[in-house]
């Protein structure tokens, strides 16, 4: 659903979806010359909803009071595009650095890339005052192998009193980089959003190419996505649950859970040509057929086992128990409130998942078991990742069992002028993407989102009144993305 | 702890060979000396910088610490420092806002040392190209001395790009 609205419209348009419990998924701006836009997207209970709002001038009504969630997204669009949320609570900037001058905006359609002279970075933090509070600031280079962002934590003795986050540094160009590719080139690039949900991307992105097209892909092609998809969960499940073990100095757990994700990844590169299946989901289909799947029924079964030993090992280790237990916790009030999304909101009590709620095949074909908790805290974190690890292990059994035969790619048409969208839940929580064509066929505008946006919000509520030591657990029991939100 | 050792022992050693170094990878000449050279391929400190990859590579940075690579038996492991590196691990095309950031971080490691640019971004800026946010390859903004190509390069190229780079030219 996609309706034209004015700016008074859009913001009560905002108001009804907020009284009827929808979900802000993305927000977004773009330069229409003579004119401008301002888009939103919103979970609904009957499905997605996407309204525009045409704009003459490049200002609209802030809508992060009705939902917080959409505060840093009104701040990138401006940075972006210049278009102004009025009212606003925060107006800093946020994907902006030094590398180009406020007042350029490079979305704007008569914007060239260019070398800017590097402008003065200031950014006014806020400040914690009072007697014994000082001051951590982190990154944006860390300490271990991890993207980089600022962390700026306020603290008195060991206790968190408070952290801001600064992110932005790894903010690449994506979106003005789609404009100068094909549709199809943009696939590729779509796929690199954020490289560890690169199949969520890739298939978000044909998706929505493949509905300008007018065509849907073989069953075999969404089959074998669907192969895909789950894949990437238990690849990236199998990392953290690794990294979560490391980082309470249960290295044990590190080497097993990785020598178990390496062996799966040896597997989908024999299989699909690539171990983290980049380039796999194309429009149109999935770049390779799955000739034999004995290899992965295998691996399947060696997971399965091992797993549901490492997962008996981490809940009787006390060490461990006594580290994740309450540590990090997002009660389910404040993580419906700030709007909280996928894997980490389903620990906090808001039971949403696409495959579920929105399914699109091959999820039509098979019950899934959502996983959820209510405690909110790393060890509910931790349990939600073994409860989707085994139950994407089954699913992916159960889409080789009912693997449709017939081809796996269709011919793609040249894509209908008009703007589209893809929204696949990646293991981190909902990917979507928005497609605008223009009447050459070309990328007049895309728009990615990652459910990091909503969600490192929820890591700085997270963190309050822990110790700073503990800081890196919480992290990575998010694990969230830098890549996708910077963009 | 009975389930945690059985584990251990049932999983046994899972290590395989380490690769050989390859010049076809050099950027720049050999620029450390070979005593320099020897000390390095022995006892080598990484830091590792994310200067605005997609995350691809650090997937495979950190499998080159899984058991199956096991990149601490050659004498190599990561810091927490640049203060404590002898090679920079960097990947990315460069945004431009971690140049700074990137080149503070080459002032602070200590000579004598060498750069590693991994993974297509980090050689020619991949996809991303050069924009008014990417400054592209890692070359463009540090020296570097050994570049290792893919998208992402698998562990063992990540590997011998890092050997290359501590190995004597013949």
Redesign the interface.
């Known amino acids: 659903m996609n309706s034209l609205l004015n700016r008074s419209e859009f913001r009560l348009q905002v108001e009804a979806l907020k009284a009827r419990k929808a979900r802000l998924i993305a927000l977004w701006a773009s330069h229409e010359p003579p004119g401008h836009a301002i888009d939103a997207a919103f979970a609904a209970p009957e499905g997605l909803v996407w309204i525009t709002a045409p704009l003459t001038e490049p200002r609209y009504p802030a809508i992060d009071d009705l939902f917080p969630a959409a505060s840093r997204m009104q701040r990138a669009a401006y940075d972006l595009a210049g278009v102004r949320a009025e009212g606003s609570g925060d107006e800093r900037k946020w994907l902006r650095?030094?590398?180009?001058p406020d007042g350029v905006f490079?979305l704007r359609k008569d914007?060239t890339?260019?070398d800017?002279e590097?402008a003065r970075d200031q950014y006014p933090f806020v400040r914690v005052e009072g007697e014994g509070v000082h001051e951590i600031p982190v990154g944006?280079?860390h300490?271990?192998?991890?993207?980089?962002g600022h962390f700026r934590f306020s603290i008195v003795g060991e206790e968190v009193q408070r952290l801001e986050q600064r992110l932005?540094?790894?903010?690449?160009?994506?979106e003005?980089?789609f404009e100068s590719l094909t549709p199809l080139q943009g696939a590729?690039?779509a796929g690199?959003?954020?490289?560890?949900s690169?199949v969520a991307y890739a298939w978000a992105y044909a998706m929505a190419l493949e509905a300008a097209c007018g065509v849907e892909v073989p069953p075999r092609a969404a089959w074998l996505r669907g192969v895909a998809l789950e894949l990437e969960r238990i690849s990236n499940h199998l990392?953290d649950l690794g990294y979560l073990g490391n980082d309470v100095a249960l290295s044990?757990g590190?080497?097993?859970f990785?020598?178990l994700?390496?062996e799966l990844?040896r597997v989908s590169k024999q299989l699909f040509g690539h171990?983290?299946l980049?380039d796999f989901v194309v429009p149109g289909g999935v770049a390779a057929d799955l000739a034999d799947a004995a290899p992965l029924h295998r691996i399947l079964s060696v997971l399965k086992s091992e797993t549901a030993?490492?997962r008996?090992?981490y809940e009787?280790?006390a060490g461990a128990q006594d580290r994740f237990i309450m540590a990090g916790q997002v009660l389910p009030a404040l993580a419906e409130r700030l709007g909280m999304t996928g894997l980490p909101a389903r620990a906090s009590g808001q039971a949403f998942d696409l495959r579920v709620d929105h399914a699109v095949p091959p999820y039509t074909a098979v019950s899934l078991r959502k996983a959820g908790h209510t405690r909110g805290d790393v060890a509910a974190r931790v349990s939600v990742r073994f409860d989707e690890l085994a139950e994407s292990l089954r699913l992916v059994g159960e889409f080789l069992a009912g693997l449709p035969s017939g081809p796996a790619r269709s011919e793609l048409p040249a894509p209908r002028a008009g703007r589209t969208c893809g929204w696949v839940e990646s293991w981190r929580g909902e990917v979507f993407i928005a497609l605008d064509i223009d009447a050459d066929g070309r990328l007049r505008r895309v728009h990615a989102h990652d459910p990091s946006w909503q969600n490192w919000p929820l890591l700085e509520r997270a963190v309050l009144g822990n110790i700073v030591p503990d800081f890196p657990l919480i992290n990575k029991s998010f694990n969230l993305?830098?890549?996708g939100q910077?963009l | 702890m009975y389930?945690?050792l059985r584990?251990?022992v049932k999983?046994g050693i899972?290590t395989e060979p380490a690769p050989e170094a390859n010049d076809a990878l050099r950027v720049l000449g050999q620029q450390l000396s070979e005593v320099v050279l020897r000390h390095f391929g022995r006892a080598l400190n990484i830091r590792?910088?994310?200067?605005?990859?997609?995350?691809?590579?650090?997937?495979?940075?950190?499998?080159c610490?899984?058991?199956?690579y096991n990149l601490e038996r050659l004498g190599m492991r990561?810091v927490?420092?640049?203060r404590h590196a002898d090679l920079l691990l960097v990947t990315?095309?460069v945004?431009?806002?971690?140049?700074?950031?990137l080149k503070r971080?080459y002032d602070a490691t200590p000579e004598p040392k060498l750069v590693v640019a991994i993974g297509d971004c980090g050689c020619d800026g991949?996809?991303?190209?050069e924009?008014?946010?990417?400054r592209g390859r890692v070359s463009n903004v540090i020296p570097v001395d050994v570049a290792e190509p893919g998208?992402?390069p698998?562990p063992l190229a990540i590997m011998q790009g890092i050997l290359t780079a501590v190995t004597i030219t013949r």
């Open positions: 650095h030094g590398a180009w490079p914007f890339s260019r800017f590097r944006p280079v300490a271990g192998t991890i993207e980089p932005g540094y790894k903010h690449k160009g994506i003005k980089r590729r690039l690199r959003v954020s490289g560890d690169t990392g044990f590190f080497f097993q990785w020598r994700k390496e990844l171990r983290y980049m030993t490492l008996g090992i009787e280790h993305s830098y890549s910077d | 389930q945690l584990q251990i999983t899972v590792h910088v994310d200067a605005g990859s997609c995350n691809g590579c650090e997937l495979e940075i950190h499998a610490n899984s058991q199956h990561f927490a420092s640049p990315g095309p945004s431009r806002n971690m140049e700074e950031a971080t991949g996809i991303f190209s924009s008014y946010a990417s998208c992402p698998e």
